[in-house]
Nanobody
Framework: QVQLVESGGGLVQAGGSLRLSCAASGRTVSSYVMGWFRQAPGKEREFVAVMRWSGERKYYADSVKGRFTLSRDNAKNTVYLQMNSLKPEDTAVYYC?????????????????WGQGTQVTVSS
């Protein structure tokens, strides 16, 4: 079992920044793929970004490319999503997810473990 806990959400003005954290526990996640997804009210959960825990491969949704950046801290077993130049359309609950895999997956259905989510609200 892997437990994931997100933090770092909040209310920010358009153009601002937030850094989301996803702390993993329960098992070593070095062989996992870590994904970030978001879900706005009335919409389906959508892919945001994904990386291998090793960090050598990362992929971003077109809507966030150039604004969001993935990183990780091995010592803290934590993955980060740095979000810059935030827009009102980025408003959503953000979730991190994990899957034992080396393949970067974009579909939320294939992920095995999920965090509880953290709310990000961007005001105009």
């Amino acid at each position: 079992q892997v437990q994931l806990v997100e933090s770092g959400g909040g209310l920010v003005q358009a153009g601002g920044s937030l850094r989301l954290s996803c702390a993993a526990s329960g098992r070593t996640v070095s062989s996992y793929v870590m994904g970030w997804f978001r879900q706005a009210p009335g919409k389906e959960r959508e892919f945001v970004a994904v990386m291998r825990w090793s960090g050598e491969r990362k992929y971003y949704a077109d809507s966030v490319k150039g604004r969001f950046t993935l990183s990780r801290d091995n010592a803290k077993n934590t993955v980060y999503l740095q979000m810059n130049s935030l827009k009102p359309e980025d408003t959503a609950v953000y979730y991190c997810a994990a899957r034992l895999s080396t393949v970067l997956h974009f579909s939320p259905q294939v992920y095995d473990y999920w965090g509880q989510g953290t709310q990000v609200t961007v005001s105009s």
